[in-house]
Structures are given as C-alpha cells and as structure tokens.
C-alpha cells in the first residue's frame, strides 16, 4: 500500500511539474525542444498517475481488509477470557485466600521449627468471610449455631470453587500474553492513506492497535506468577489479586433491580469497545459506508433474591 501511495504521489507531482513548464514555454518561448520535453514528461507521468491509481485503491482495500481481520481475529481470542466471578466483596475473599495459605506453609513445616519461628494458625479472615455470609443471605435467619454450621459449609464449598475458578482465569489470562502479534503489527505498518492519513492511521492506532497492545503486555507481566502458579508453586492470593485486576480491565458489571431481585449483567467490556472502533475503521474500506455498531449483549447475567439472597 505504501509504495502505491507514493508512486501516486510522485507522478502526480511529475505531470503537474511538467504541465507547468510545457504551459510557460508554451506562452514565452513559442514552444521549442524543452515544451516538447515537458508534453512527453506530463504524458508520461499522467499515464503513470492513472494507473497507479488504479492500483492503489485496490491495495487500500486490501491493506484495510488484512488490518480488519487480524484485529477480529484478537477479539476472538480476548472472547475466551474468564470473568472472575466472585459474590463476596473482594478484600474480604482476597484475606481469606492469603490466610488459607499462609496457614497451609505453617502445617507444612515440623512442631519444633513452628515452636522456634513462633508461628501459629490464624482464621480471623475465614470468620470475617463466614460473618458476612451469616448477615448477607438468609441464614442471618437462622439461630447461632445452625447458621455458623451452614456458614462454614458454604465457605469451605465456595473456597474451593473460588480456587478452581482462579486457575482457569490464570490459565485464559496466559493463552491471551502468549498471543502473537506480529500479523496484527504488519497489518497495522502497512496502512498508509493518500487522504486522511493521519486522522485514520491516528485513531487505529490510539483506540484499536495500542489498546490491544497494552491489555496484553499487562497479562504478559503477570505471567511469571501465573505460570508459577500453574507449575504448583505459585502464590494463589498474588495470581487471586492479579486475575482480578486484569478482569476488571476487561469486563463492566452493571446492577439492575426489579420487586425482590437484584439482577446483575456482565458485559465484556474490552471487546466490545474494541469492536465498536473495528467497525468504524471498517466503514473507512468502503465509501459513503456508515458504522453500524452491534448491540452489546452481557456474558453472563446473575439474579439474587433481595428477600432471601440464597
């Protein structure tokens, strides 16, 4: 594309050179070896012109079409990232997680090394998960030792899933850093426009070609941590608190009730933000094309009972 471009712009530049000077000869010197010189250059140089004209708008098209489908082709892939789905606050989930941990390197170690590091277990994190179980669903309608009993069942069943559900976030978030971008790279360096080159290449570059970039060189930086985790010998509150920061990047949560329930929708975010603009830049292959964005449907929705949050 941008070798069309510039065979374009120079034979342009050529016939209009040329034209000039076979119009001043013309008109001061009554013609003459340079007027004849000039008509053959300005023939010679429109023909050019033409016909790379001819051939730049189908190069355009193709440039942009290449551009259009390695974009999508990321957008497929951010579609297979995981949403951590969590239904306790955050801090309270994250403390439980690095208390369990540090409670299993404390069982790990002999009687006589806890004794001399003076260490022992801790399970206010898991009590203050439990507490808030208790008074945020219906089990605070239950007497004491019932709802403890079925509070302690439930954080234990909801630690473990909590954990499965981190490893295969961990394990989206890695096939996503491993992602090659280098089609995507060419495909981009490739685009360069006659008209509205900065104003198009400016926006592709801000709004689809960065922003892909960064989302993955932010997984990327996670990885040691990830892949540690995935060897079984990494930290499952580091990888907890980084799956969460990377889904937040992703996804949008929005809340919306209706009598007795809360509903709660989870759009993914980043690839529909990044759609929208494909679109746009699709409308720019053909002319007088209006975007035509896509509704954006959620991945997941939740209803909870206000009365029972059961």
């Known amino acids: 594309m941008k070798a069309k471009k ?37 023939g010679s140089a429109l023909l050019g012109f033409i016909m790379s004209m001819t051939e730049y708008f189908p190069e355009r098209k193709k440039a942009m079409e290449k551009f259009w489908s390695e974009t999508y082709k990321v957008i497929d892939a951010m579609q297979k990232l995981k949403y951590v789905d969590i239904d306790e606050p955050k801090d309270i989930v994250l403390a439980a997680l690095h208390e369990e941990q540090n409670n299993e390197y404390i069982y790990s170690l002999g009687e006589d090394e806890v004794k001399s590091l003076k260490l022992s277990p801790s399970h206010t994190a898991k009590e203050n998960m439990i507490q808030w179980m208790i008074e945020n669903s ?79 060189f932010s997984a990327l930086a996670r990885t040691p941590n990830f892949n540690a985790l995935k060897e079984g010998k990494g930290n ?61 449907v959620p991945v997941l929705t939740k209803a909870t009972r206000l009365d029972l949050n059961d």
Not at 171 to 192: M, P, Q, R, V, W
Not at 269 to 275: H, Q
């Open 236 to 296: 499952i509150y580091v990888c907890a608190k980084n799956s969460w920061e990377i889904s937040d990047m992703h996804f949008d949560v929005t809340y919306a009730k209706s009598e007795n329930t809360l509903h709660k929708s989870i759009y993914h975010k980043s690839s529909d933000d990044l759609r929208d603009e494909v679109e746009w830049f699709h409308s720019k292959i053909y002319f007088r094309r209006q975007p035509e964005p896509k509704k954006r």
């Open 138 to 216: 219906y089990l605070k309608h239950l007497k004491k030792p019932a709802a403890e009993h079925k509070a302690e069942e439930r954080y234990m069943k909801k630690m473990a899933e909590y954990k499965k559900q981190f490893q295969e976030c961990v394990d989206s978030y890695l096939t996503f850093a491993n992602l090659d971008l280098n089609k995507l790279s060419s495909a981009y360096g490739s685009l360069d426009f006659i008209f509205a080159n900065n104003s198009i290449r400016s926006r592709v570059y801000t709004q689809i070609y960065e922003k892909i970039r960064n989302l993955k």
């Open 6 to 42: 510039w065979l374009a712009i120079i034979t342009f530049i050529c016939s209009m050179i040329s034209a000039l000077v076979g119009i001043y000869t013309h008109f001061k010197c009554n013609g003459g070896i340079i007027y004849d010189f000039s008509m053959a250059i300005f």
